[in-house]
C-alpha cells in the first residue's frame, strides 16, 4: 500500500522559515519521483517541487525557486522541502506526492493528506 505522510507545517511570519517533511512507503524511488504540490483555498492545484527518481533531477516552480530546497534521505524513505523567506502568498495545504515523472506539468499518482502551512504578513 502507498503511503505518504507529510509533517512540519505551521504558522510563520513573513521571512521565516520551515521545513517539511514527507514520508512514504509501498514504494521506491526506482517507481516514481516524489515532490510537493500545494493547494490554497479556492487556487487551482500548484506544482511546487520534486526530486526524480533515480537520476536525483530536482525541479521547482517558478514562484519558490530560489527559496526552496528539496532534499531525499532514501535510508530513512523521508523526502524534505526546506522553504526560507516565506511570504504570505506561500500560504496553502501543502501535499507530499508521487510523480511518474519529475517534469511540469507535476501530475500526481499518489499523494498524502495534507499540511498546513500559513504565512503571516
Known amino acids: 500500500e502507498v503511503q505518504l505522510v507529510e509533517s512540519g507545517g505551521g504558522l510563520v511570519q513573513a521571512g521565516g522559515s520551515l521545513r517539511l517533511s514527507c514520508e512514504y512507503s509501498?514504494?521506491?524511488?526506482?517507481?516514481?519521483?516524489i515532490g510537493w504540490f500545494r493547494q490554497a483555498p479556492g487556487e487551482e492545484r500548484e506544482g511546487v517541487s520534486c526530486?526524480?527518481?533515480?537520476?536525483?533531477?530536482?525541479w521547482y516552480g517558478d514562484s519558490v525557486k530560489g527559496r526552496f530546497t528539496i532534499s531525499s534521505d532514501n535510508a530513512k524513505n523521508t523526502v524534505y522541502l526546506e522553504m526560507n523567506s516565506l511570504e504570505p502568498e506561500d500560504t496553502a495545504v501543502y501535499y507530499c506526492?508521487?510523480?511518474?515523472?519529475?517534469?511540469?506539468?507535476?501530475?500526481?499518482?499518489?499523494w498524502g493528506q495534507g499540511t498546513q502551512v500559513a504565512v503571516s504578513s
Open positions: 506526492a508521487a510523480f511518474l515523472f519529475c517534469l511540469t506539468p507535476l501530475v500526481p499518482e499518489y
Open positions: 509501498g514504494f521506491t524511488f526506482d517507481d516514481y519521483a
Open positions: 526530486v526524480g527518481n533515480n537520476d536525483g533531477n530536482t
